[in-house]
């Protein structure tokens, strides 16, 4: 009650607890809760029932009765107003179960506008889930049992989900978090004679006093031992603090503009999703192209969660310096993070947003970023918020997240859904025009190029806009230009200071500039267009949308390649090498790049920057990336084929390198399949999969040249095939686009090197041409016939034994087996059999190995079968996608090598066969002995092929 303003984060405070207030008519009665708002005097109540532990299921014991007494105090009108009023259900740590599923049920209906759109969420299988239906189920079932089993309409069960809210807390645990935060809170707002500990142990007392009794405590009640231990007022650094942190927070939520025209399109879909995911996790990362309205999505979650949670917010900027606590100091703010949690230790989550997160890549000091992971990895009650660029998302995720160990979430926001871009086409007609055109109908889906597009016709030029190009060209010319007003040159003028803006920020890497030193009028007048920000108190500007600022910057790079693209060294100088400068031109370039296969000569330049020793290599690093980023890598790879293949393939291994590195992104669906939390997060630094078209045109650029390639390239040329066939699912009918040419250049290179006796090149290759089989069989059963089967074992080439191997001992067959089940057992059969077997040595040893008793060639036992695993061969496999020829191998592999074993002496001259007496009378001999028998189980001296083979059937 002393803190219950600070503490809630709100205007409320809380001017009663009232215990057992059953005979006041309150069905949930435990105690209430009365609050008033400090400035319009609105009064609320929050009912709140406690439970040590409870299941939210249909056989549960407690949770109909309170259920039962939750929905007649909801419809108890004297009592209870659905608009301000709220029922809690305060129990133990709440499970898995229900954080996961119970909590973003209830959160989806207080964000939903409607009862329909609530069940449709919770309806729709590719966003809710069965677990979450089965919850919502049971809320209704115990609902309707309260009103004696009548059906309830679903407008009802909403209307009482959004004001029944799921607490729990883990006061009864000696070692609990939510006890330490509280006694954390005390002991910043106790005399320094008191201490936390003893006045927590008061407070317990009283309540016990005041629950049987049906008492009321107010501050005037409370025993004055209890109200002396209290300072007499909040600390004002403390409160000041906390309302210039929510200053700060509100000044950069202001900048970020979540209304496209006059129109607010919901994104819901993505809004409920990032609220599920804050649920579970406590960094989420919010993501997306260009445009796509990232902040906008965290704006609204943090308009929707405001108003039940602590809520602050970053800029990335802000954590440039060396301790988390200077990031508070600089804002002006004396309390650390964790006194903050203190301070707040009562509200159900307490979120921190952080702003660009990609401008992490561009920080000089990132050490307080560093200590804001530690600090959320040691607190589990604050859960971070970012949005990031897409193009930075791996970087920052490898780099900082997954390098200390944070578990994170990625949302990626996707352009306007069909039903999103029609609200906006209801509102905004003349869209619709432009909206026809196939061209721009994807573009304007982004919320951001819908905006300008909006602008653009509603200006008075009105240009004309076919595709990407001239909707980029008009937005210049009609808004940040304005051509419409030309007074004074003002166009001109516009365009000049809103690019100087943006370059002087970009090379000065801040947050804002001073306004200082250009013309105010100008300035002023971005202002009033809403293209420019600014801080009038401390006289600072900066670029209102993060796109127009790399549109100006992108502009200005393309001003100093007009007037200096022959000369490179000076060309480079002029525009630095500032992170923003350095994105912008990618981006530029990209464009420059895509159009019409080089019709601005662009693509002559980059070749002529690439041949030119004197510019920094990392320049010409950025080319090739943008070469292999964009969408016209095959038609420069052409172009520069002489320059790839000659001076030993330097110029193409140098992109090999640059593709592997750059065009990779984490694969999330191999990340997400792993069920253990510690080796997923282990994992993630190690799963990626290739990204781009520029690999399936590397790969067709080297399968046609092959013929010219240096041996010296083979290492990088190999990487490359490798990270291909990584691709290959066993499950996908579907093969990657150029399977064939990556098999067909693996078997032109395995023959370079199939004598070689360093055999780890041959074993790279031979895993990616087993990969690719299906779609290079005629050649794969040409290489079989002639140096596998159509040869002695003598006389093979050295990559056949590591072939055998991967065909017929490792899981590497798993291809094979499923596609060729048939070519499996014929190999094998060769392989093992010892009648089959041509490569008898007649100078060698006449001792026998016990494999040979059993007819089989023993070196497959002491290669790769020891110790025995139905996991080796290709039992499993064969079993697996064709049961019946798997089984057949099986059983005819068992029967020859019982009878070789029969024939032999290995255990005597005893009779090894025994009848069995069938039901019809039949009689069958059967081989029998102990050793076949015990081998079976693994405790007699059995070929450990046999018991592989056995452990699968």
């Not at 920080?363 to 992971?373: I, M, P, S, V």
């Not at 790879?637 to 790839?644: A, D, E, S």
Request: hydrophobic share 40%.
């Amino acid at each position: 009650m002393y803190l219950s303003k600070f503490s809630r984060g709100d205007n409320s405070s809380i001017t009663a607890i009232k215990f057992q207030r059953r005979y006041e008519g309150y069905k949930i009665d435990d105690f209430i809760v009365e609050c008033q708002n400090v400035h319009n005097g609105q009064k609320s109540k929050l009912l709140a029932q406690v439970k040590r532990s409870i299941n939210i299921t249909k056989g549960d014991k407690e949770f109909p009765e309170v259920m039962s007494a939750a929905w007649s105090d909801f419809n108890n009108s004297e009592i209870f107003s659905p608009d301000n009023d709220c029922i809690a259900l305060i129990t133990g740590p709440l499970s898995k179960t229900d954080v996961q599923h119970v909590r973003p049920l209830l959160d989806w209906a207080r964000h939903s506008a409607k009862a329909d759109e609530f069940f449709q969420k919770v309806g729709t299988p590719t966003f809710s889930s069965d677990e979450k239906r089965e919850k919502l189920a049971v809320f209704k079932y115990h609902l309707e049992q309260a009103i004696q089993g009548k059906n309830l309409e679903d407008e009802k069960v909403w209307q009482f989900l959004k004001r029944f809210y799921l607490i729990g807390y883990d006061f009864d645990a000696t070692s609990g978090s939510n006890l330490s935060l509280i006694q954390s809170m005390l002991k910043m707002s106790i005399v320094e004679t008191a201490s936390s500990n003893d006045v927590w142990t008061k407070i317990v007392t009283t309540i016990q006093d005041f629950n049987p009794n049906a008492g009321t405590i107010t501050i005037d009640t409370l025993p004055k031992e209890i109200r002396d231990d209290f300072k007499s007022g909040i600390s004002i650094t403390r409160c000041s603090s906390i309302d210039k942190l929510k200053e700060h927070g509100d000044l950069i939520l202001k900048g970020i503009r979540a209304h496209i025209a006059n129109t607010h399109v919901k994104r819901t879909i993505h809004v409920d999703k990032l609220s599920e995911e804050a649920n579970n996790c406590n960094f989420i990362i919010v993501t997306g192209s260009r445009g796509s309205g990232k902040s906008a999505v965290v704006k609204e979650f943090v308009e929707i969660h405001c108003k039940t949670d602590s809520i602050f917010c970053l800029r990335t900027e802000d954590l440039n310096k060396s301790h988390l606590d200077e990031v508070f100091t600089a804002i002006g703010i004396q309390i650390h993070l964790s006194e903050l949690s203190a301070r707040f230790a009562m509200m159900p989550e307490k979120y921190l947003i952080i702003e660009s997160l990609e401008k992490l890549l561009e920080l000089d000091n990132r050490t307080a970023f560093c200590d804001l992971l530690e600090f959320i990895k040691e607190s589990k009650e604050w859960t971070v918020v970012a949005s990031c660029r897409e193009y930075a998302l791996q970087q920052v995720c490898s780099t900082y997240l997954q390098y200390q160990g944070v578990s994170h979430k990625v949302i990626k926001i996707e352009d306007f859904s069909e039903d999103e871009f029609n609200v906006l086409l209801t509102d905004n007609p003349k869209l619709s025009v432009i909206a026809a055109n196939s061209k721009l109908n994807k573009l304007l889906r982004n919320p951001f190029l819908a905006d300008m597009a909006i602008r653009v016709i509603n200006s008075d030029t009105q240009p004309n806009v076919t595709d990407e190009i001239s909707l980029k060209k008009a937005v210049w010319q009609s808004v940040i230009c304005k051509e419409s007003e030309r007074t004074g040159g003002m166009p001109a003028k516009r365009a000049n200071v809103f690019t100087e803006i943006s370059v002087r920020r970009a090379k000065q890497m801040v947050y804002e500039i001073p306004e200082d030193g250009f013309a105010q009028d100008v300035v002023y007048k971005l202002e009033e267009d809403g293209l420019l920000c600014r801080n009038a108190e401390k006289k600072l500007v900066r670029p209102a949308h993060d796109v127009l600022e790399d549109w100006a910057i992108e502009e200005f790079i393309d001003k100093i390649y007009q007037a200096n693209s022959t000369d490179h060294t000076k060309y480079f100088q002029l525009i630095g090498n500032e992170p923003s400068i350095i994105r912008a031109f990618r981006f530029w370039l990209h464009q420059k790049l895509n159009i019409a296969q080089d019709s601005t000569g662009v693509g002559n330049w980059c070749i002529s920057v690439l041949d030119n020793i004197t510019i920094p290599k990392h320049w010409q690093d950025e080319i090739i990336i943008a070469i292999l980023s964009g969408q016209c890598t095959a038609h420069f790879l052409n172009i520069l084929r002489g320059k790839l293949l000659e001076n030993q393939g330097k110029l193409l291994k140098r992109f090999c390198f640059l593709m592997r590195l750059t065009c990779k992104i984490s694969n999330t669906e191999a990340i997400q399949n792993i069920p253990d939390n510690k080796v997923k997060q282990y994992m993630s630094f190690m799963l990626y999969k290739t990204w781009g078209d520029c690999w399936v045109d590397v790969i067709r650029f080297l399968y046609e040249n092959r013929d010219n390639i240096n041996y010296k390239s083979l290492p990088e040329i190999l990487a490359i095939l490798e990270d291909y066939s990584n691709l290959i699912n066993i499950n996908d009918e579907k093969f990657p686009e150029v399977t064939k040419e990556m098999g067909l250049l693996a078997l032109f290179l395995l023959e370079k090197v199939k004598d070689d006796y360093r055999s780890e090149m041959q074993q790279r290759l031979l895993k990616i041409i087993i990969k690719a089989v299906p779609m290079i069989e005629e050649e794969f059963n040409n290489l079989l016939e002639r140096d596998v089967f159509g040869k002695r074992h003598r006389d093979r080439p050295h990559y056949v034994e590591h072939l055998v191997d991967y065909i017929l001992v490792s899981l590497d067959s798993i291809m094979l087996c499923k596609y060729y089940p048939d070519l499996v057992i014929r190999l094998a059969w060769q392989e093992w059999v010892l009648e089959n077997d041509n490569s008898e040595n007649p100078f060698g040893s006449s001792r026998m190995e016990v494999e040979e008793y059993f007819g089989l060639n023993h070196k497959y036992d002491l290669r790769g079968f020891n110790p025995a695993s139905g996991l080796k061969g290709p039992f499993w496999t064969l079993l697996k996608w064709h049961e019946t020829k798997g089984l057949d191998f099986i059983i005819k592999l068992c029967n020859y090598a019982a009878g070789e074993y029969a024939k032999s002496r290995l255990d005597g001259n005893g009779d090894y066969q025994v009848d069995i007496i069938f039901n019809d009378g039949t009689v069958h001999k059967q081989f029998c002995s102990g050793r076949l028998w015990g081998g079976y189980r693994g405790i007699t001296v059995l070929p450990d092929i046999l018991q592989s083979a056995l452990s699968q059937t």
